[in-house]
């Protein structure tokens, strides 16, 4: 699976956009990238998941840019049930790896200021 | 529909001693998963399971075995429990067809 690189912390205020970026240049054509979350003391939470699309759902959107070498997750408008930290992860469809694992990286840790 | 349960939620070990983590889903999801995460770190797959009665390694499987001995349970054991497992073991399963994991509440580990 292709490593993955993101910023170590970020903030924004609630109500604005939160823009988490994600470098991925070693992914390869057939490789996915995947979005979770983490708030204290839970466990991950799915998010969002883009090959080579934009992809909208009811929690963010996920803008991949056109060679795929990196992507961007906008959370529209931050509330401050969303300081959580963040995980892009890139991986291997069906057919390259069987097991559907996932490999986290240290992910980004977002605080949404009031 | 409970989802993904955990039991126990928090357990303290002395070294050397055994003990079993259990995993239970109720989606009727194929894949299952043992994860484990450190302070300040992201998780580590330990083992997996792509189907009843089968499991396989992960990145960090030494010290742990695992059980599928039926589809909706994933059994993570510590034979002889070492400090350097204190950790939080998180359980996560998958449909095989769906994309997204999801994933318990945790358990929090400490070996004394």
């Known amino acids: 699976d292709a490593k993955t690189t993101q910023p170590t912390s970020m903030d924004c205020a609630e109500g604005r956009a939160a823009n988490l970026p994600c470098n991925h240049s070693?992914?390869?054509?057939?490789?996915?990238v995947y979005w979770y979350r983490q708030i204290h003391s839970q466990g991950p939470q799915y998010i969002i998941h883009g090959l080579k699309n934009n992809e909208t759902n009811e929690m963010a959107s996920l803008i991949i840019t056109e060679d795929r070498k990196s992507s961007t997750l906008i959370l529209p408008h931050a509330t401050l049930r969303d300081t959580a930290v963040y995980y892009c992860i890139v991986r291997a469809p069906l057919m390259m790896d069987s097991s559907y694992k996932l490999i986290f990286g240290s992910g980004t840790r977002l605080l949404v200021r009031p | 529909n409970a989802g993904v349960t955990q039991t126990p939620k928090f357990r303290v070990l002395k070294t050397g001693q055994s003990m079993t983590l259990l995993c239970a889903q109720d989606?009727?999801?194929?894949?299952m998963y043992w994860y484990r995460q450190d302070p300040g770190m992201g998780l580590r797959l330990i083992h997996y399971s792509v189907g009843e009665g089968t499991t396989a390694k992960g990145e960090v499987p030494d010290g742990y075995n695992v059980s599928r001995l039926k589809k909706q349970n994933f059994l993570l054991g510590l034979e002889s429990a070492a400090p350097s497992q204190t950790s939080v073991y998180f359980c996560?399963?998958?449909?095989?067809?769906?994309?997204?994991?999801?994933f318990g509440p945790g358990t929090r580990l400490t070996v004394l």
């Open positions: 996560a399963s998958r449909l095989d067809s769906n994309n997204e994991q999801f």
């Open positions: 989606m009727n999801h194929e894949y």
């Open positions: 070693t992914i390869s054509g057939n490789e996915y």
